[in-house]
């Protein structure tokens, strides 16, 4: 789920006064619950334990029990049944650290450790993932892993932590795809969408593509957005429905399209100073145990999609699907946004991801 969404810097100054708090927390999480839920391999163990000393200070977006709270929860667990690394992690989900942008400022300062948000948040920060989040130019769960994987992702990473300092980690699918939700009236085609406010991120591609469909992109940040919807200051949002559902925004939302233009991929991040300051014996291993913890919360993420759109309906929602000539109406608008807040993304590069579409 943002400098005036879910962030500021101020977010940043007021937090760090807790950080001497943050570092007297417990500092084991107790994850045999989640462990049992979401199953792991067979557990190899080495052969000597190896210990890094400092705590790490993970502030997420995501509720407890989420998947994008799991891929990381689940590192030290890995680790340590694992590869017999010892590395003690404190969360803290829900925001409870900042605002969105609240957290991404403070781990590249170093208050925070670890952090993740939706690649389109990071992008006032460094332009590297905009490919990703080209409205339609992913098609599917399968596309993204294969993306996820490639070495496009890799080289984007290095761009990316070329300009900011932070080592990139393995990626987390963030709940599929987005949907279009709103208080007023149902929405099957953009014409629909003329003179309502949507909740925007940031991002220009965020921006550009609400204005293509006719809405009026509105800043606010995450943690106002309840309060925004029941006040109309806002109208609705483009969100997933895992994020609708865990906050509670059916109470304040009735209208749902699934309008299946940009699929949510979560960023993880770590301070680049922390990341440093870990011997090889430890970054070698921790990095595996991202993406084995990234893997698991993919398929707990995989399966929520379809779960949390029916949550949705039991709650009152209603979910519309479009026909194909009403889609290709979405499609026309949202692909638009690529010649104009995407006209400096290398048409080599979109060209190299479309490729990755596969036959699925």
Known sequence: MTKTTRGSRTDTAAARHGRRHVLKAASALTLGAAAGTLGFPAIVRSQQAKRFLKPLVAGLNAKEGD??????????????????????????????????LGQIDAVQTGFIDITSNTTQQFSQYDRSFDVIDLPYVFTDWEMYYRVARSDIWKKQ??????????????????????????NVRPLPEPGAVRGLKFRSLTSALDVEMFKAWGG??????????????????????????????QFKHYEVLKYATEVKAIFAIQFQVMNINTWKSMPEAIQKPLLMAFEEAAQIA??????????FKEELKKKGMEIYAPSA????????????????AGK??????????????GTS
């Not at 943690?223 to 429905?241: D, R, S």
């Not at 993919?298 to 779960?307: P, S, T, V």
């Open 157 to 182: 990473a290095a761009a990316f932590e070329a300009k900011v300092p932070v080592k990139v980690l393995p990626p987390v699918g963030a709940g599929g795809f987005r949907m279009l939700s709103n």
């Open 67 to 100: 998947p994008t709270y799991n891929s990381v929860s689940l590192v030290p667990k890995i680790l340590r049944e694992k590869y017999d690394v010892q590395v003690d992690f404190q969360i803290h989900p829900a925001s409870s650290l900042g605002t969105d």
């Open 298 to 307: 993919n398929e707990q993420d995989r399966k929520a999609e379809a779960f």
């Open 216 to 245: 009026n992109p509105t800043p606010l940040p995450w943690t106002e957005v309840y309060t925004g919807l029941q006040q109309k200051v806002v109208n609705g949002y483009h969100v997933q429905p895992i994020w609708t559902f």
């Open 344 to 357: 400096g993304i290398d048409k080599g590069l979109i060209d190299s991801i479309i490729r990755m579409r």
């Open 325 to 340: 000539a009403e889609l290709s109406k979405w499609r026309a608008g949202g692909e638009s946004v690529w010649t104009t």
